[in-house]
């Protein structure tokens, strides 16, 4: 039997060969225009390639200048602060300094005023002595003249005026004398009973 050579749809058809042919002027033509076109996309890629570089470039150049200046902006902005501070510390110092100055002057004042009223006191308490004594020896002037009831008037005059404190209760010379105020008691007790 002979052997049928059909197709069969399990088994695919051997391809036609093809022959390898020259392309033709216009296809050549089309060729050298299409690497022409695609010559030219490259330049351009690569020319906005490197524009946009430049431009980046550019941009970075531009983008440090600002750095630098923001940073020597920051600088003396830095310097300025730590001027400022040092300035501030110098005040606090003076101050400080001008506050125990001002401390000091006051304990000056206070015992100024202190020895002020000290002094005053004194005064008054030296003219109110002066006084006394001034009563006591028109008193005692009166009791050696024997003149008891003008002694009476004169002691009660120096107690009304509350004298009789003042008069000094220790002898200012060393003869074993009284002292003026135990001489005005022994006279006041002899004069008033």
Same mark, same amino acid.
């Given at each position: 039997?002979?052997?049928?050579?059909?197709?069969?749809?399990?088994?695919?058809?051997?391809?036609?060969?093809?022959?390898?042919?020259?392309?033709?002027?216009?296809?050549? %033509? =089309? #060729?050298?225009?299409? !690497? *022409?076109?695609?010559?030219?996309?490259?330049?351009?890629?690569? +020319?906005?390639?490197?524009? /946009?570089?430049?431009?980046? %470039? =550019? #941009?970075?150049?531009? !983008? *440090?200048?600002?750095?630098?200046?923001?940073?020597?902006?920051? +600088?003396?902005?830095?310097? /300025?602060?730590?001027?400022?501070?040092?300035?501030?510390?110098? !005040?606090?110092?003076?101050?400080?300094?001008?506050?125990?100055?001002?401390?000091?002057?006051?304990?000056?004042?206070?015992?100024?005023?202190?020895?002020?009223?000290?002094?005053?006191?004194?005064?008054?308490?030296?003219?109110?002595?002066?006084?006394?004594?001034?009563?006591?020896?028109?008193?005692?002037?009166?009791?050696?003249?024997?003149?008891?009831?003008?002694?009476?008037?004169?002691?009660?005059?120096?107690?009304?005026?509350?004298?009789?404190?003042?008069?000094?209760?220790?002898?200012?010379?060393?003869?074993?004398?009284?002292?003026?105020?135990?001489?005005?008691?022994?006279?006041?007790?002899?004069?008033?009973?």
């Amino acid at each position: 039997m002979p052997e049928d050579r059909r197709e069969t749809p399990d088994q695919p058809s051997p391809a036609p060969r093809r022959r390898l042919a020259r392309p033709s002027k216009s296809q050549r %033509r =089309r #060729q050298r225009s299409v !690497l *022409q076109y695609i010559a030219v996309l490259f330049c351009a890629a690569f +020319v906005l390639l490197l524009f /946009t570089f430049m431009m980046e %470039r =550019r #941009q970075y150049q531009r !983008l *440090q200048e600002e750095n630098q200046d923001n940073i020597q902006q920051s +600088v003396s902005a830095t310097q /300025t602060l730590n001027g400022i501070l040092e300035e501030n510390k110098q !005040l606090k110092e003076q101050l400080e300094d001008q506050e125990q100055q001002l401390k000091d002057l006051q304990d000056q004042y206070d015992k100024l005023k202190a020895d002020y009223d000290a002094a005053q006191q004194a005064g008054i308490e030296h003219s109110r002595t002066a006084e006394a004594l001034d009563w006591f020896w028109q008193i005692n002037e009166a009791y050696v003249r024997g003149r008891y009831s003008k002694c009476r008037e004169l002691i009660a005059s120096l107690e009304g005026g509350g004298l009789a404190d003042y008069l000094p209760k220790v002898s200012a010379t060393d003869n074993d004398r009284f002292s003026p105020y135990d001489r005005y008691m022994e006279i006041r007790n002899k004069v008033i009973k």
